[in-house]
């Protein structure tokens, strides 16, 4: 079985009816981008930096982080890196990010809202991110984006970075494309007014689900309740997509439900092109694209948006899935 999904790696990524995916990867190290390159990635759709900043006492250098982005673009040889800025907090934590003890952590000081808090630090990773940009296809998204302002005032400390390099005569991408997961609700709900800003969105499923269901994505007791195919959840990522082909902007869902079987019909049904998942489940993905076609799950999805529960919309993806749709 696995030679026959290796055997896949090589092969173009489209449906039977010739509309063309592309499969990223998630990735946290240049160890996981060697094996998501084994596994045929067409470029990175989400580098989690943390792990970066991870298992030691003091924030990493520009320089150092500079070497670990510019390692990970050449290895791609062209193919895009989507490189996330820092993403700590909640389940994730940083000794020397200073972050107090919260009653809430999952709704606290988290994220980009440490980076925001932290203009110097944050200003330090995008300068070594921009840099990077001149090793190969580099772009850069924000996590947590809660409103249009959050964004601009990301926006605003990366113009500064760019500025700064400019002055100097560093190299560096000055047309770098700058994007946000949509992992908020309220980014979700407002995706319209977001899309005119933004070059891309990046659909984070693991913690809009646990957003709009609120239910905590680690906590066991209600895991039940966490379920990315709530009619809910569904919906949001509905709108979002929406939002984005109505901007022109590109849009790729980064979570764990990128790389479930079950849903692919919901991207090929809503025209999604770009999903980003763990290296080893690109190839079991693929081999089911190769045999879906995007045209019965686009006629399918009128009646897939009707369904008012999770477990009827799984089975009506499981009948659109199994080709007796
Ligand atoms: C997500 O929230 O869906 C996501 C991809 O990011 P992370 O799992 O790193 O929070
Ligand atoms: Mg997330």
Redesign the pocket.
């Known amino acids: 079985v696995l030679e026959r999904l290796q055997s896949l790696a090589t092969l173009p990524t489209v449906t039977t009816d010739g509309l063309r995916m592309s499969l990223f990867a ?1 990735i946290a190290s240049l160890r996981d981008l060697e094996a998501a390159l084994e596994g045929g990635a067409e470029g990175v759709g ?1 580098f ?1 930096t ?1 792990f970066i900043y991870m298992d030691r006492e003091t924030y990493p250098t520009e320089q150092e982080q500079y070497e670990i982005y510019c390692q990970a673009a050449s290895l791609l040889e062209g193919k895009p890196l989507t490189i ?1 800025t820092l ?1 700590v907090g ?1 389940d994730k934590q940083l000794e020397y990010a200073n972050v107090p003890e919260e009653e809430n952590p999952v709704l606290g000081f988290r994220s980009i809202r440490i980076s925001l808090a932290q203009p110097h630090t944050f200003k330090t990773q995008l300068r070594a991110i921009l840099r990077a940009g001149a090793c190969g296809t580099v772009r850069v998204m924000f ?1 947590m984006i809660q409103s249009v302002e959050q964004f601009r005032a990301a926006k605003r400390i990366f113009d500064e970075a760019k500025a700064e390099l400019r002055a100097e005569r560093q190299p560096y991408d000055e047309h770098m494309r700058v994007g946000m ?1 949509v ?1 908020v609700p309220a980014a979700a709900i407002v995706a319209d007014l977001l899309a005119s800003e933004v070059d891309f969105f ?9 957003y709009i269901l609120a239910a905590d994505r680690l906590n066991e007791h209600v895991a039940s309740l966490y379920d990315p195919f709530h009619p809910a959840v569904i919906r949001m990522i509905q709108t979002t997509v929406a939002a984005a082909q109505h901007a022109g902007i590109g849009v790729s869902v ?3 439900m990128a790389g479930d079987p079950l849903a692919l019909p919901i991207w090929l049904g809503l025209g999604v092109r770009e999903l980003s998942m763990a290296s080893g489940l690109m190839l079991p993905l693929k081999s089911e694209l190769l045999k879906a076609s995007a045209a019965r799950s686009a006629a399918h999805w009128a009646e897939l948006s009707k369904l008012k529960t999770s477990r009827d919309i799984r089975e009506a993806l499981e009948r659109l899935g199994m080709g007796c749709g």
Not at 202 to 210: A, K, R, V
């Open positions: 998630n989400l989690r943390e996330r993403d909640g996590p997961m992992e990046s659909i984070g499923t693991n913690d809009l689900t646990q980064c979570g764990e």
